[in-house]
């Protein structure tokens, strides 16, 4: 598969690494949180040191209950961390997460932002997709019910596979018809779903190769692990390893991650098996 990125090819024949960059004070795992621009470009730097492919910066934290903040704020928050990241190390490519339209449009306009990763689907602001399609920049469409503050109380399906599998497609028909054809997609693991339904959609995640459209898998150090194991999210990265090389199995083309080279060695362990298998 090809998705298009700054208006080159990029391939994902090979699986691929986004490292996250979350320029909050408050996201889930104290590991990514940056509290000084010399903080926040040591560790850009490891991760390029590492190979990674995509930088993901964030300025709204996501996790459960998480605190609202103003669409100014966020962009304030992306807008440091993004010059800074260029200014440093020019030619990365910039993923940034945001569910806000008018911010996808400030940072794509602003810094040539190669892709929006929206975790609210397009569900969170309905300016979102007529935007992506007027920037005609890469987007990673993922699955959630709710908002960050009251999704855990959403996580009531029938079939969570069928019901995911069927949002996507309705979603991706729609950027179809506006003209998106860059489209990631993203069950969204962790985002208004129980810690059995986040393993119901990951043991059936080649389901979702029917859409059609890379795969995007972002487990990294969340709860579905740190509960099964009983451990704390400083301590998931071997249980994350173990989840990424089950994602790659399944099919997805993009790991999202807070430990780059971890998650490159995975994908090289992935190569070399299926190669065996050839």
């Given at each position: 598969?090809?998705?298009?990125?700054?208006?080159?090819?990029?391939?994902?024949?090979?699986?691929?690494?986004?490292?996250?960059?979350?320029?909050t004070p408050d996201s889930f795992y104290p590991g990514s949180r940056y509290t000084s621009d010399k903080s926040l470009l040591s560790s850009v730097e490891k991760m390029l040191m590492d190979d990674v492919d995509i930088v993901d910066v964030g300025g709204y934290s996501t996790r459960p209950k998480a605190e609202n903040i103003s669409s100014d704020e966020?962009?304030?928050?992306?807008?440091?961390?993004?010059?800074?990241?260029?200014?440093?190390?020019?030619?990365?490519?910039?993923?940034?997460?945001?569910?806000?339209?008018?911010?996808?449009?400030?940072?794509?306009?602003?810094?040539?932002?190669?892709?929006?990763?929206?975790?609210?689907?397009?569900?969170?602001?309905?300016?979102?997709?007529?935007?992506?399609?007027?920037?005609?920049?890469?987007?990673?469409?993922?699955?959630?019910?709710?908002?960050?503050?009251?999704?855990?109380?959403?996580?009531?399906?029938?079939?969570?596979?069928?019901?995911?599998?069927?949002?996507?497609?309705?979603?991706?028909?729609?950027?179809?018809?506006?003209?998106?054809?860059?489209?990631?997609?993203?069950?969204?693991?962790?985002?208004?779903?129980?810690?059995?339904?986040?393993?119901?959609?990951?043991?059936?995640?080649?389901?979702?190769?029917?859409?059609?459209?890379?795969?995007?898998?972002?487990?990294?150090?969340?709860?579905?692990?740190?509960?099964?194991?009983?451990?704390?999210?400083?301590?998931?990265?071997?249980?994350?390893?173990?989840?990424?090389?089950?994602?790659?199995?399944?099919?997805?083309?993009?790991?999202?991650?807070?430990?780059?080279?971890?998650?490159?060695?995975?994908?090289?362990?992935?190569?070399?098996?299926?190669?065996?298998?050839?």
């Amino acid at each position: 598969m090809q998705i298009k990125l700054n208006d080159k090819l990029f391939d994902l024949s090979i699986p691929v690494v986004m490292g996250i960059v979350n320029a909050t004070p408050d996201s889930f795992y104290p590991g990514s949180r940056y509290t000084s621009d010399k903080s926040l470009l040591s560790s850009v730097e490891k991760m390029l040191m590492d190979d990674v492919d995509i930088v993901d910066v964030g300025g709204y934290s996501t996790r459960p209950k998480a605190e609202n903040i103003s669409s100014d704020e966020e962009i304030g928050r992306l807008a440091n961390a993004i010059e800074n990241i260029l200014k440093k190390f020019p030619g990365t490519i910039i993923s940034v997460d945001t569910f806000r339209a008018n911010v996808a449009r400030y940072v794509v306009q602003n810094y040539n932002v190669a892709i929006i990763n929206d975790i609210g689907g397009g569900t969170l602001d309905d300016l979102m997709f007529e935007t992506i399609a007027d920037l005609q920049v890469a987007y990673v469409l993922m699955h959630t019910k709710g908002t960050p503050q009251t999704m855990q109380n959403q996580t009531h399906y029938e079939n969570v596979v069928a019901e995911v599998l069927h949002f996507l497609e309705k979603r991706i028909a729609q950027l179809h018809l506006l003209g998106v054809n860059d489209i990631i997609a993203d069950p969204g693991f962790g985002f208004a779903k129980t810690i059995e339904q986040n393993y119901s959609l990951l043991s059936k995640l080649s389901y979702f190769k029917e859409l059609n459209v890379p795969l995007l898998a972002g487990v990294s150090r969340k709860s579905m692990i740190c509960k099964v194991l009983d451990i704390e999210t400083k301590d998931a990265l071997n249980g994350t390893t173990a989840v990424n090389m089950l994602a790659l199995l399944g099919g997805a083309s993009i790991l999202r991650v807070h430990d780059v080279k971890e998650a490159k060695q995975t994908i090289s362990i992935f190569q070399n098996y299926q190669k065996g298998l050839a």
